[in-house]
C-alpha cells in the first residue's frame, strides 16, 4: 500500500536554529515527490517537486533532497515567516492515473 | 503556475442540506481534483475530475454524496450532499499542470451545524 510519513509531527525551533524535516515514503511507480507550504487557512502552497534520488532543489531557506526511500526539507537560519505547515505527497499511479497523497505534515514554528 | 479561484471561501451550512463549491482556473487543464482536509487532519483525495467523462472516486466517498460535474477544461463544481457535522471540513479543489506540477485553490471552509 502506498504510504507517506513525516516526522517530526511538530517543530519549534529558535530563529536562525537550521533544522530538517523527513519524509519517508512507500510507493509502487513514483511519478514526483512534492513538498507544499500550508499556513493556517490556506490551501497549499507549491514549493518543489522531485523526481530521482539524487536530485536537489532550493528555494531561498529552503533546500530538498530525494533518497529512494525518504525526501528531507532542510531549513537553513529560518525566520518566523516559514512557520507554516510543511506537506509532503507523492503522485502516485493508481488505476490507471496519477494521484497525490499526502502525509500528515510537520508543523514548524520559528520563534523570534 | 495556475491560479485557481474557489467558491464560497466559507459558508456556515445547516445539517441535511446541500452545498455545491465552484473553482475556476485560468487556464485549460485536464486534470482536477477534489480533497477534503478534516480539522487538524492532511488532505485526502476524494475524486478525480476529467472534462468529458465521469469523475472517479476514491475509497470511502461515492457520487451520491459528492457529485462533481466537470463541464469544461477550466470549470468544475463539488456538491457536498445531506451535510452532516462530519462533513465540516476545507474542501480544495486543484490542478495539474502541464508541468506535472499540482497545484491548488484557497479552499472553501464548511461548517455544519
Known amino acids: 500500500e502506498d504510504q507517506v510519513t513525516q516526522s517530526p509531527e511538530a517543530l519549534r525551533l529558535q530563529e536562525g536554529e537550521s533544522s530538517s524535516l523527513n519524509c519517508s515514503y512507500t510507493?509502487?511507480?513514483?511519478?514526483?515527490l512534492f513538498w507544499y507550504r500550508q499556513d493556517p487557512g490556506k490551501g497549499p502552497e507549491f514549493l518543489f517537486t522531485l523526481y530521482s534520488a539524487g536530485e536537489e532543489k532550493e528555494k531561498e531557506r529552503l533546500k530538498a533532497t530525494l533518497t529512494k526511500k525518504e525526501s528531507f526539507l532542510h531549513i537553513t537560519a529560518p525566520k518566523p515567516e516559514d512557520s507554516a505547515t510543511y506537506l509532503c505527497?507523492?503522485?502516485?499511479?493508481?488505476?490507471?492515473?496519477?494521484?497525490?497523497?499526502f502525509g500528515a505534515g510537520t508543523r514548524l514554528a520559528v520563534h523570534p | 503556475s495556475a491560479v485557481i479561484s474557489q467558491k464560497p471561501s466559507r459558508d456556515i451550512c445547516q445539517r441535511g442540506t446541500s452545498l455545491t463549491i465552484q473553482c475556476q482556473v485560468d487556464?485549460?487543464?485536464?486534470?482536477m481534483f477534489w480533497y477534503r482536509q478534516q480539522p487538524g487532519q492532511s488532505l485526502t483525495l476524494i475524486a478525480t475530475?476529467?472534462?468529458?467523462?465521469?469523475?472517479?472516486?476514491e475509497s470511502g466517498f461515492v457520487i451520491d454524496k459528492f457529485p462533481i460535474s466537470r463541464p469544461n477544461l477550466t470549470f468544475s463544481t463539488l456538491t457536498v450532499s445531506n451535510m452532516s457535522p462530519e462533513d465540516s471540513s476545507i474542501y480544495l479543489c486543484s490542478v495539474a499542470s502541464s508541468g506535472n506540477t499540482i497545484y491548488f485553490g484557497e479552499g472553501s471552509w464548511l461548517t455544519v451545524v
Open positions: 505527497a507523492v503522485n502516485a499511479r493508481s488505476g490507471g492515473y496519477n494521484k497525490l497523497i
Open positions: 510507493v509502487s511507480g513514483l511519478r514526483g
Open positions: 475530475a476529467n472534462q468529458g467523462s465521469e469523475a472517479t472516486y
Open positions: 487556464s485549460q487543464v485536464t486534470m
